[in-house]
């Protein structure tokens, strides 16, 4: 509670009092004179001048306070207001001084919000993602004309729409939340920060609050992408392309980088394991499934996201392969789609047998558009599993809990792997076996090397080789 303008009040009350004491006539009490409000009160000047502590027609408890106001002005107390802002705060009145100025009576104080914090206010564009095509460019842009035809009205309403899809829907989805978090902190402070158009400063501010709370580089990244995109959408001068804020980034970046243990690749002697434990005809459909999972993943290098999507639809078996197509990846922005195949093998650890397999168990018919990969029930009069009827798939924390305890189940670390160990350990096995680059990235649908170097583990003997034919 802000006790400020009740204890100014009390001051301005307890000076009146004083001072209809001094001059209310006898017989008539200060109070009935306060109550008319008729009395005519005049001070003299040699009152008005007098010191208010040596003036004897104020009552203690007013002195008291006049004592109090005057210690704190020469107390070198520190301001609890905290500016952050591109320009320097206005020299704010004290409460003391306040207080003085009042009991004096030369000046007096609003006990509204003044008017520079509610200036401020106005400068605050946005509160949020959802602010930003209401401000900048999108007034004239979304502007109405009577004269306008109602065709072009609903196609220009369309042009928000438009702009967002121009990320994909979960990088949409992150950068919103970002932009949402930098805004409730410009919101947190007294005055309020403008969070569009921001200031170079106070982006940069920013990054070092997320650095000290958060130690993580992902936030930070995220947020200033977030910042970056939420202006260009304005059409607003971008703070995060100034030297102040890269600088400040990629301090923050540094100080709070640390070593990361990628998961180790999952290796064919792993998986045929994984089969001969859970993959023979007799095995439940659940063992099943997790055998072709991994299967899938490790042969045709897919994320978990391509994994998870596939239809009944999307798969083609022929006698000597099979054709998997990717409807939706990560780097196939325009939905262009992809084709794997995949060759039968004579082996335990064939993949198209053991697709055969799970597709008749799971009676999943052909060109069917249900996604194979679902949950399971267990059918207790037919002590036997089959999928759930809902058409939606598994989701990524129940099939990484799935490869987990098979792992554990097979005397593994389980806490070395993951569900990317199956794609980086195909594509390992690929690079290990001399596959050319441009087969290798076009089957694992990467753009550049460095993202497709990233996936592969190189074992001893191949680091050996740099050293043994140096000569030496």
Not at 91 to 118: C, H, K, N, Y
Not at 182 to 200: G, M, N, R, V, Y
Not at 221 to 240: M, T
């Amino acid at each position: 509670m802000n006790t400020r303008p009740v204890i100014l009040q009390m001051i301005q009350r307890m000076k009146r009092r004083s001072v209809v004491r001094k001059t209310a006539p006898s017989g008539v009490s200060s109070s009935s004179v306060l109550n008319t409000g008729r009395a005519h009160i005049k001070v003299s000047r040699t009152e008005a001048m007098c010191p208010p502590l040596l003036d004897p027609s104020l009552n203690w408890p007013l002195k008291l306070l006049l004592l109090l106001a005057l210690l704190s002005l020469f107390s070198p107390t520190p301001s609890r207001r905290i500016f952050v802002g591109d320009r320097e705060p206005h020299s704010q009145p004290t409460f003391a001084s306040d207080a003085l100025s009042m009991a004096i009576g030369r000046t007096s104080v609003p006990l509204e919000t003044t008017s520079r914090q509610q200036s401020n206010r106005s400068e605050v564009l946005v509160e949020g993602f959802s602010d930003i095509f209401s401000v900048g460019r999108w007034k004239e842009v979304l502007s109405r004309n009577d004269n306008e035809d109602q065709r072009i009205s609903a196609l220009k309403n369309a042009i928000p729409e438009y702009c967002l899809k121009s990320k994909a829907k979960n990088t949409c989805k992150k950068y919103k939340y970002a932009f949402n978090a930098f805004c409730k902190w410009c919101s947190s402070f007294i005055p309020q920060i403008s969070p569009l158009p921001a200031s170079e400063t106070n982006v940069a501010i920013y990054i070092i609050h997320l650095s000290t709370k958060f130690h993580s580089v992902a936030k930070i990244q995220e947020a200033v992408y977030s910042i970056s995109w939420a202006h260009s959408l304005g059409d607003f001068k971008n703070p995060c392309d100034s030297t102040l804020v890269n600088s400040v980034k990629e301090g923050a970046i540094r100080s709070v980088s640390h070593t990361v243990k990628k998961k180790e690749p999952i290796s064919p002697e792993v998986l045929s394991k994984l089969v001969k434990k859970f993959g023979k005809e007799s095995d439940s459909l659940q063992d099943i499934r997790l055998c072709c999972m991994c299967l899938i993943a490790y042969a045709g290098f897919l994320r978990f996201s391509e994994l998870i999507n596939l239809k009944r639809s999307n798969i083609c078996i022929f006698d000597s392969h099979v054709s998997l197509f990717i409807e939706r990846s990560k780097t196939d922005v325009y939905k262009e789609g992809s084709t794997v195949v995949i060759s039968r093998t004579p082996n335990d650890t064939c993949l198209v047998a053991m697709l055969e397999r799970y597709l008749r168990k799971a009676n999943i018919m052909p060109f069917s558009e249900e996604f194979i990969f679902r949950s399971i029930l267990y059918c207790k009069k037919s002590k036997s599993y089959k999928l759930r009827k809902g058409n939606k798939p598994l989701s990524y924390t129940r099939a990484r809990e799935i490869l987990l305890d098979a792992l554990k189940s097979l005397g593994l670390e389980s806490g070395n792997f993951g569900l990317h160990s199956l794609r980086s350990g195909g594509a390992t096995a690929a690079a290990s076996n001399g596959i050319t680059d441009r087969l290798f990235k076009k089957h694992g649908r990467w753009k550049s090397e460095k993202a497709k170097d990233g996936y592969v583990q190189e074992n001893l003997l191949e680091k050996l080789s740099v050293s043994k034919k140096l000569g030496i």
